[in-house]
Antibody
Framework: QVQLVESGGGVVQPGGSLRLSCAAS????????MHWVRQAPGKGLECVAF????????YYADTVKGRFTISRDNSKNTLYLQMNSLRSEDTAVYYC?????????WGQGNLVIVSS | DIQMTQSPSSLSASVGDRVTIACRAS??????LNWYQQKPGTAPKVLIY???SLESGVPSRFSGSGSGTDFTLTINTLQPEDFATYYC?????????FGQGTKLEIK
């Protein structure tokens, strides 16, 4: 079954850290670039991080640069997002998504709430 | 960074109508433009990629056009299941940018 399954969300205090995971199955994970996309409550979509298929190139939105780190383990078919120095404005549903150009497979979404 | 601007932000229409949503990029993106549909509580779904290519399984009433900085999504003969929020997304430079969304509501 072709799917992405996210885990690791939850409630964290401002300044805290959280790591999201995205487990891929049903396709050759190591062949595709992968994205993390977030959506704040009632708001639009924002791509926050991207990594190429081999993990050597990584790109970040200015809003998370220096705080978030995207990584992947192709031996485990898993994508990660390490989020540090979290702020209230990072509260959102976080999706992982597959694709170099179009995002043609998405996870179910994982809610991260940053609140004291 | 490339800024994507959609218009209108919201739109009311009836079943059977034809609707058009516009998307403008802050710089030329050639034809690197995708369209997504999102329904409440679910992940977005790609409808159109590379400006005018229909994603597999997407009904042919959806179509896209444009190039450079100006693009449109057209939905012919609206069906009840088409009422949703639509986003354009540039795939010219990573990390990609989305438009702010257009909410299509039933009149």
């Amino acid at each position: 079954q072709v799917q992405l399954v996210e885990s690791g969300g939850g409630v964290v205090q401002p300044g805290g850290s959280l790591r999201l995971s995205c487990a891929a199955s049903g396709f050759t994970f190591s062949s595709y670039g992968m994205h993390w996309v977030r959506q704040a409550p009632g708001k639009g979509l924002e791509c926050v991080a991207f990594t190429r298929n081999d993990g050597r190139e990584k790109y970040y939105a200015d809003t998370v640069k220096g705080r978030f780190t995207i990584s992947r383990d192709n031996s485990k078919n898993t994508l990660y997002l390490q989020m540090n120095s979290l702020r209230s404005e990072d509260t959102a549903v976080y999706y992982c998504a597959k694709g170099e150009a179009r995002l043609d497979l998405w996870g179910q979404g994982n809610l991260v709430i940053v609140s004291s | 960074d490339i800024q994507m601007t959609q218009s209108p932000s919201s739109l009311s229409a009836s079943v059977g109508d034809r609707v058009t949503i516009a998307c403008r990029a802050s710089q030329s993106i050639s034809r690197h433009l995708n369209w997504y549909q999102q329904k409440p509580g679910t992940a977005p779904k790609v409808l159109i990629y590379a400006t005018s290519s229909l994603e597999s399984g997407v009904p042919s009433r959806f179509s896209g056009s444009g190039s450079g900085t100006d693009f449109t999504l057209t939905i012919n003969t609206l069906q009840p299941e088409d009422f949703a929020t639509y986003y354009c997304q540039e795939s010219y430079s990573v990390p990609f940018s989305f438009g702010q969304g257009t909410k299509l509501e039933i009149k």
